[in-house]
């Protein structure tokens, strides 16, 4: 970490604690590719998520939230940074890196006290210099894109660099039967089947590897470490923040027999996929009733999210929202989310406020009365004036980029391309949710004045890409 940001965020911790007592825990649990329509609190009636919709049922939840990018890294890195991740310059999967000098927000709320860990996914840099492992792990090419979660605030981790299978994650059949392949997934190896490794190990420190406890449900592995973490935090008396990363649905989808059963009537496809989903919807069931146990529930808030759209080529499903994963339209960055805060904010409540990943980091620091350290561009808005019922309009339009396409969303409308700025559509959010209708011809002053917005924050994301906001 460099000097400036250690004495900013050491400011923080020694004036915010002694300015506001306090300090609820914070989880936020992100899935991965899980579609818009891929839970019963969307209205899906035939995937089984009976403990997510409980809790969406009892908190808020957000009919119009956004993922900050149409594939995982660059969503997870606005996550703990509130910024585009173009910012950073980590423009897709497998590409990039957190860096050290981007503020955190477990870099803040450890300075506040908090304990702070990591879990599943991480998808922010490679976790090892010396294996070969996963998509860049050890390789020479790869080296400057090391970067581990105790290098950016957090305490400990546990966490793959990228996909792992949802079942049995370290391993994968010898051989296929019917309708399964390497891409889209497969039946839980039993025990007399053959088994190869699959290449993707958990790390839990520096050149470490984890390696017992690592059969079964992945998301079970998961919460397996999760809820030991919380149960040292409170023993400990200190307020505790995590990311939970799972990795499900993303392919490939592995489900066991059990969990295949509940679907027994869908071909195998759906088999495998909504039976992975309801696996990981016990593990949040299970972290719930953690919760109630350790009498922690109202001190704890919980943001549950997607990283995008739904993959292309399984049932997961965007409903009525247009194109998938990869895709700046609807489908590909409108993403399933709601918040729970038991007794601190509306409960019952469904909210179409266009809100996006960014926003975590603002709403964060809002609820704890913390600034953020310096004034480098902040692309999110803090949501907690609309978590306690306030009525808003977002007042700083939210821009995409990815792929050559970019986008400039605000409270109705979204301007889009898809050929990095050669030409432009626009789409009338409020009622025209599938983006049906382009109507750019007929509003050319909107989509002018959007259009300058949008080149003028590019502009702003191309200097921060350049690092200009490190000096």
């Known amino acids: 970490m460099n000097c400036l940001k250690k004495i900013l965020l050491l400011f923080i911790g020694i004036s915010c604690y002694k300015a506001y007592a306090q300090n609820p825990n914070i989880i936020l649990i992100m899935t991965d590719d899980q579609g818009w329509f891929d839970v019963g609190f969307n209205g899906n009636n035939e995937i089984k998520t009976p403990n997510l919709d409980k809790l969406a049922a009892n908190g808020i939840i957000f009919d119009r939230f956004y993922s900050a990018s149409a594939v995982c890294s660059p969503t997870r890195a606005s996550v703990i940074t509130g910024r585009n991740p173009l910012r950073m310059n980590i423009p897709t999967a497998n590409s990039g890196h957190m860096k050290e000098e981007e503020?955190?927000?477990?870099?803040?709320?450890?300075?506040?006290?908090?304990?702070?860990?990591?879990?599943?996914?991480?998808?922010?840099?490679?976790?090892?210099?010396?294996?070969?492992?996963?998509?860049?792990?050890?390789?020479?090419?790869?080296?400057?894109?090391?970067?581990?979660?105790?290098?950016?605030?957090?305490?400990?981790?546990?966490?793959?660099?990228?996909?792992?299978?949802?079942f049995d994650p370290m391993v994968y059949p010898t051989s296929f039967k019917n309708g399964e392949g390497m891409r889209y997934g497969w039946r839980a190896i039993e025990d007399h089947d053959s088994k190869?490794?699959?290449?993707?190990?958990?790390?839990?420190?520096?050149?470490?590897?984890?390696?017992?406890?690592?059969?079964?449900?992945?998301?079970?592995?998961?919460?397996?470490?999760?809820?030991?973490?919380?149960?040292?935090?409170?023993?400990?008396?200190?307020?505790?923040?995590?990311?939970?990363?799972?990795?499900?649905?993303?392919?490939?989808?592995?489900?066991?027999?059990?969990?295949?059963?509940?679907?027994?009537?869908?071909?195998?496809?759906?088999?495998?996929?909504?039976?992975?989903?309801?696996?990981?919807?016990?593990?949040?069931?299970?972290?719930?009733?953690?919760?109630?146990?350790?009498?922690?529930?109202?001190?704890?808030?919980?943001?549950?999210?997607?990283?995008?759209?739904?993959?292309?080529?399984?049932?997961?499903?965007?409903?009525?929202?247009?194109?998938?994963?990869?895709?700046?339209?609807?489908?590909?960055?409108?993403?399933?989310?709601?918040?729970?805060?038991?007794?601190h904010i509306k409960e019952g409540v469904?909210?179409?406020?266009?809100?996006?990943?960014?926003?975590?980091?603002?709403?964060?620091?809002?609820?704890?009365?913390?600034?953020?350290?310096?004034?480098?561009?902040?692309?999110?808005?803090?949501?907690?004036?609309?978590?306690?019922?306030?009525?808003?309009?977002?007042?700083?339009?939210?821009?995409f980029i990815f792929d050559q396409k970019i986008s400039w969303v605000n409270n109705q409308y979204k301007l889009i391309s898809i050929d990095n700025g050669k030409n432009f559509e626009l789409y009338n959010l409020i009622n025209d949710r599938s983006e049906k209708e382009n109507i750019i011809q007929k509003e050319p002053e909107i989509a002018s004045k959007m259009k300058n917005e949008l080149l003028k924050w590019l502009s702003s994301v191309e200097n921060s890409k350049n690092g200009s906001d490190y000096n």
């Open 196 to 343: 190869k490794i699959y290449g993707t190990s958990y790390w839990k420190g520096i050149e470490q590897k984890s390696t017992n406890n690592m059969k079964g449900d992945n998301s079970k592995i998961i919460m397996d470490r999760v809820i030991p973490f919380i149960e040292n935090s409170v023993k400990g008396n200190r307020p505790f923040f995590t990311t939970i990363w799972i990795h499900t649905p993303h392919l490939p989808v592995v489900s066991d027999t059990i969990h295949r059963s509940y679907y027994s009537n869908s071909d195998l496809q759906k088999q495998l996929y909504y039976g992975t989903l309801t696996a990981m919807d016990e593990q949040i069931g299970r972290l719930w009733s953690k919760l109630d146990e350790l009498d922690i529930q109202k001190e704890t808030i919980i943001w549950f999210c997607s990283d995008n759209g739904p993959e292309n080529g399984t049932p997961g499903s965007a409903n009525v929202f247009r194109e998938r994963k990869r895709s700046l339209y609807e489908g590909g960055v409108r993403v399933p989310a709601f918040v729970i805060w038991k007794d």
């Open 103 to 166: 503020i955190t927000l477990p870099e803040i709320l450890k300075e506040r006290g908090y304990a702070t860990a990591h879990f599943g996914k991480w998808h922010l840099g490679t976790l090892t210099q010396l294996t070969f492992d996963a998509n860049r792990g050890g390789r020479e090419k790869f080296q400057e894109d090391y970067s581990i979660p105790t290098m950016h605030g957090y305490d400990e981790y546990f966490c793959t660099e990228s996909k792992v299978p949802t």
């Open 350 to 399: 469904r909210l179409d406020f266009p809100s996006i990943t960014s926003d975590y980091l603002p709403t964060i620091l809002d609820i704890l009365n913390i600034k953020y350290p310096d004034g480098r561009p902040v692309d999110g808005v803090s949501l907690y004036g609309l978590l306690q019922g306030e009525i808003k309009i977002r007042e700083k339009a939210i821009g």
